[in-house]
């Protein structure tokens, strides 16, 4: 398209322009282009499994398709292969996922210096560290939305989230208030007093009532390092999932509207959503892994 020549001006409309018009980048067409032109890599000799790699490419897609989730990568449909009865290798399912065009979309971050962060920020046990973090959005009727969450550094599990029009310090502690009435029983006076809870540097968490209401519930304020983003990153790897799966694909007339959608998320993340670390398993089956033997002994 981009060499056919105009009929009124009589000249080639341009990849530039086409690619314009079509909203496409132009690092895209050049890269199919090169990888048009470059020689297929030889495959590894052997058997091929149980099926052939256009019928595997096919149950690839049904996995894909069924999934109630976006951006998943060939390690949870490997093992979504295994649940069908379908056993092949991981690189298999990476090489074809990679020749189908069947990955999900990512950019590669840039090298960093030294990091102030180079522990580990995961838990033994549930409940004993929380971390809190917030996003924006924006809703036809309304406006601008905030999005609150809260998530176990254990389990991975969305322990609360919540929306408002304002992220004013209240908004930022109803995810926290959540998580406590559940797995605390209540709010009062420490009854969270062997959690700790990780937040960034925004206003809104280190103001005076956020630190005074967690303080009041026996709750550690730990504060990430500045500029290290990793020292918060189970809260910032699961917003990165809520927009992936909700955020970025679904149109939201009121404020309230969303804030039931975030909740049944919530519900479906908790029961549905497969953490590798923890050997495919969901954040509630994690937890009751974890509880299970302190519940019978208790």
């Not at 132009?26 to 297929?40: E, N």
């Not at 990568?73 to 093992?79: D, S, T």
């Amino acid at each position: 398209m981009s060499r056919a020549t105009s009929t009124s001006a009589g000249k080639p409309y341009g990849l530039r322009r086409v690619c314009r018009l079509w909203r496409v980048a132009r690092s895209t067409v050049y890269y199919q282009r090169r990888c048009a032109l470059a020689p297929r890599a030889p495959r590894r000799r052997g058997p091929l499994g149980p099926c052939s790699d256009e019928e595997l490419a096919g149950h690839i897609r049904q996995v894909l398709s069924a999934s109630r989730f976006h951006g998943e990568g060939y390690r949870k449909v490997w093992v979504r292969l295994r649940h069908q009865g379908i056993r092949t290798s991981k690189e298999r399912v990476r090489r074809l996922m990679r020749e189908h065009g069947l990955q999900a979309p990512h950019r590669v971050g840039h090298p960093h210096g030294p990091r102030a962060h180079d522990g580990t920020i995961m838990t033994e046990a549930p409940d004993m560290m929380w971390g809190t973090d917030m996003t924006t959005t924006v809703t036809a009727s309304e406006g601008g939305a905030s999005v609150f969450v809260a998530v176990d550094h254990c389990t991975a599990e969305c322990v609360g989230i919540h929306a408002a029009r304002s992220g004013n310090r209240f908004e930022a502690l109803e995810p926290v208030h959540q998580g406590v009435r559940e797995h605390f029983g209540s709010i009062e006076e420490d009854v969270a007093s062997e959690l700790k809870l990780r937040h960034d540097h925004g206003s809104a968490y280190l103001s005076d009532d956020f630190q005074g209401e967690v303080a009041f519930l026996g709750i550690e304020s730990s504060p990430s390092f500045v500029r290290e983003p990793e020292g918060n990153g189970c809260a910032e790897r699961f917003i990165r999932t809520l927009k992936e799966n909700l955020l970025w694909v679904r149109t939201f007339e009121t404020v309230e509207e969303l804030r039931l959608a975030l909740l049944d998320f919530r519900r479906r993340y908790n029961g549905e959503w497969m953490i590798e670390r923890h050997g495919y398993r969901t954040p509630a089956q994690v937890r009751a892994k974890k509880l299970g033997p302190i519940l019978q002994a208790a």
